[in-house]
């Protein structure tokens, strides 16, 4: 028997300690347990990332299943969409035709196309044909504009009543005059609106103003829902739309009078007032235009007018608030550039 440095009694018999064995394993450097610590420390990190994605579902859950849509494909969509609308206004405004011509085009085909499902007989060729008419008549005048629009409803409800007389299938006459009022909405509803946009694009500096507009109705828009998810608990219209809350309407008076006054003074250079009264009335519109077309939903018994966009629905659940927002934008264009600054 001898003894260690620390005077304790070592022999052949006695069991080596646990700090013995680790400092054995250490120094011999044993594969087989460096293996172990490794997938140890490999089944924890997978299990905190398990447990991470789990909760991230399930909150992801809990917000879709209140707002009706994937947020996280509906952020991303949208991001895209507002680089493309920023980018061409700001760098080369022409370029935005490229863009908002071919979307009023397949917002006025995902229409006829949900009026057809729910039982209208709406006529597709002519729509397009008659879209295509009004919004190159947004480039020539007022004037010209508001006679080709008279023309393409015509056109439609014309199409509508030949095609319904050649049909000769004894349709009931309300059901006849629904189809041809729903023809006209079309054009009217969808183009007209639409064609608004172009109209404000070519005026001068009509860019800044339309970004303008559209930033003010997405704000509206994106306030509404983030503050209705949070605090949310009165319904504004159960009837029209369960999801829409006056906590939300509160949430999207505060943003757009944000965004009213901070571009009115910083882009469009007008008095911080008119900029107050810019956020608001597009905060009336888009309010308007997103339980019009709500309404029109419910009525045609559709969730969503298609499923273009993943997470958004179709173009025109995104332009729900966008195309009433038009009129009054190209209204106080007129009204307030000879406040502006740019002018």
Not at 281 to 302: F, H, N, P, Q, Y
Request: charge should be neutral; hydrophobic fraction near 50%.
């Amino acid at each position: 028997m001898s003894e260690d440095a620390s005077g304790s009694a070592v022999g052949p018999d006695t069991p080596p300690s646990r700090s013995d064995l680790r400092r054995g394993s250490q120094v011999s450097g044993d594969p087989s347990s460096f293996q172990s610590h490794v997938r140890a420390a490999r089944s924890e990190f997978e299990s905190q990332i398990e447990r991470a994605r789990v909760e991230f579902e399930e909150a992801n859950d809990r917000i879709n299943a209140r707002s009706g849509r994937n947020l996280i494909m509906a952020t991303l969509i949208g991001l895209g969409i507002g680089a493309i609308v920023l980018g061409s206004l700001l760098f080369w405004k022409w370029a935005f035709i490229a863009f908002a011509v071919p979307l009023c085009l397949l917002g006025a085909f995902e229409f006829t196309r949900a009026l057809q499902a729910s039982g209208r007989r709406v006529d597709l060729a002519p729509q397009l044909v008659g879209g295509a008419l009004v919004l190159s008549a947004a480039f020539v005048g007022y004037l010209t504009q508001w006679f080709v629009l008279f023309a393409a409803v015509v056109l439609v409800v014309v199409w509508r009543l030949i095609a319904q007389m050649a049909a000769g299938d004894g349709r009931r006459y309300g059901d006849v005059v629904t189809d041809v009022l729903a023809s006209g909405l079309v054009q009217v509803y969808v183009v007209f609106h639409g064609s608004l946009a172009l109209v404000i694009l070519r005026q001068d500096h009509g860019e800044l103003w339309l970004l303008a507009v559209l930033i003010i109705a997405v704000s509206v828009d994106t306030g509404a829902y983030a503050s209705g998810v949070a605090f949310g608990r009165h319904p504004m219209a159960p009837r029209i739309s369960p999801n829409k809350t006056w906590e939300g309407f509160a949430g999207a008076v505060v943003v757009s009078l944000v965004a009213g006054g901070l571009l009115g003074v910083l882009m469009l250079q007008i008095p911080l007032w008119a900029g107050l009264v810019l956020g608001l009335a597009i905060l009336v519109s888009a309010t308007v235009g997103d339980l019009g077309e709500s309404l029109i939903k419910r009525d045609l018994g559709i969730k969503d007018m298609s499923s273009f966009l993943p997470g958004h629905g179709g173009v025109l659940d995104r332009l729900d608030s966008i195309l009433p927002s038009l009129v009054p934008g190209l209204a106080l264009y007129i009204l307030l550039t000879p406040l502006s600054g740019l002018a």
